[in-house]
């Protein structure tokens, strides 16, 4: 082997190397997250050392094979830092265009040409190199051509992922299992079929690979709409909660009036006494039924107070410490939205319990918000936390609309059972990031 056809295909395993991380950089790279193609081709560089050391020791016909095919998985882990599953699907995926690249222009020359399809595969000379950068030239235009079709990452489905591994498994072993029954007996009808025979494999491969994809947006698409059904459930309660506030505000208002007329008219009747008597009555309602928590934003104001009200004509004690923060990055309809589905959950919990109570605590601790709502619950708990209620327009709402919330803030949201109670927290990072 001379010095030139060492170097030439030591450039190829390098074009074969780099168009693998090119390839799995389409599907494992992280959104938003560009590629360092130095990077990419130190990693190429440092597996075509070790390839080209190891290829003399050639213990088994495939070994180098699968030792390639464990170096390129390796790389897409430390590269992308992905899940194994999804980077052996994706080199499995590569491997199989790959192969069958190369033993489609290797029998393709053989047919057109007249070549011993061996002496291109076994041969170490000028008509294996040719061949090489002939079959590396087509896989970068394929491997490009992939890369501009799929250019986001896509999640998949498990079981999708283990069907593609497989199939991608019994096409590579087909494709050496033919290459060697055919090898022997070469002529120009075996060379023209295993021709026509790879190419469709790297169609189907394509199509199934694209099937895969298209099912795994399907299935994120879908997932979309749940949670999209999920907030306008979510939005409707609080729209409802609401216009319970505007109500109670215009009986409020209606009972103003009314106390004016009656206090104008003792007012010309002269009579201190009856309107001192009316005052001091009117005095002890207002400290019975009003008391105003005061959290620092309007909204948050609005639902706890309401919740507030329904609590205590339950008898339910109500405890709150709340003060939310003035500058506070997460949006007032999302705090008001874990709030009241939360407390919801609560005074539904308490019914039925000996001295029921709800403690509610809200603050800032470094840069984290803290919500915090404990309520009386002797019962056992549900696995699912689902609901009691024997109207069930908001069931499975409530928990899903707090964690699809917190979620989005990239948060903390914990429900456990100690003792009589039952204790739910949230953590969310209060700085400013764009949240989706």
Not at 407 to 426: D, L, Q, R
Request: glycine residues 4%; positive net charge; aromatic residues 12%.
């Amino acid at each position: 082997m001379t010095v030139f056809t060492v170097i030439m295909k030591c450039l190829a395993m390098f074009i074969e190397i780099f168009m693998c991380c090119i390839f799995c950089n389409t599907f494992l790279a992280k959104e938003g997250l560009k590629v360092d193609k130095i990077v990419l081709c130190v990693w190429s560089i440092v597996g075509t050392l070790f390839v080209t050391v190891t290829d003399a020791i050639q213990i088994f016909p495939y070994v180098n094979s699968i030792l390639i095919f464990l170096i390129l998985v390796l790389i897409q882990l430390l590269n992308y830092r992905a899940r194994i599953g999804l980077s052996i699907l994706f080199t499995l995926i590569y491997s199989v265009i790959l192969k069958a690249v190369d033993f489609t222009i290797a029998y393709f020359s053989a047919f057109v040409v007249g070549f011993d399809v061996r002496y291109l595969l076994e041969n170490k000379g000028v008509g294996q190199t040719v061949w090489l950068f002939l079959s590396r030239a087509i896989l970068v235009l394929i491997v490009l051509t992939i890369n501009k079709i799929f250019e986001k990452n896509t999640k998949f489905i498990k079981k999708y992922v283990i069907i593609m591994c497989i199939y991608s498994i019994f096409i590579l072993i087909s494709i050496f299992v033919m290459v060697e029954l055919n090898i022997e007996k070469g002529n120009a009808e075996t060379e023209l079929f295993l021709t026509i025979f790879f190419v469709a494999i790297i169609v189907i491969e394509l199509i199934m690979f694209y099937f895969v994809i298209k099912t795994g947006e399907v299935y994120e698409q879908k997932q979309q709409v749940k949670l999209i059904k999920l907030k306008n459930a979510m939005l409707q309660k609080s729209l409802d909660e609401t216009e319970q506030t505007f109500r109670l505000w215009r009986n409020s208002v209606h009972d103003y009036k009314n106390n004016i007329i009656v206090l104008r008219q003792l007012c010309e009747d002269g009579n201190i006494d009856e309107i001192t008597k009316y005052l001091t009555r009117e005095s002890e309602l207002i400290n019975k039924k009003m008391f105003y928590i005061h959290t620092g934003n309007s909204s948050v104001d609005a639902i706890v107070n309401i919740k507030q009200n329904i609590a205590e004509k339950k008898g339910i004690v109500f405890m709150i410490n709340a003060s939310i923060p003035q500058k506070c990055y997460i949006r007032e309809m999302d705090i008001a939205g874990i709030l009241g589905n939360l407390i919801d959950n609560a005074i539904e919990a308490c019914e039925g319990e000996s001295e029921p109570y709800i403690d509610i605590t809200i603050r800032q601790e470094k840069s984290f918000v803290i919500i915090k709502i404990v309520n009386k619950f002797s019962r056992k708990i549900s696995k699912k936390l689902e609901t009691t209620k024997h109207k069930k327009i908001f069931h499975g709402v409530g928990i899903g609309s707090v964690k699809s919330i917190v979620e989005s803030y990239e948060g903390e949201f914990t429900i456990e059972k100690n003792g009589n109670e039952v204790i739910a927290k949230i953590l969310i990072p209060n700085y400013k990031k764009e949240y989706q």
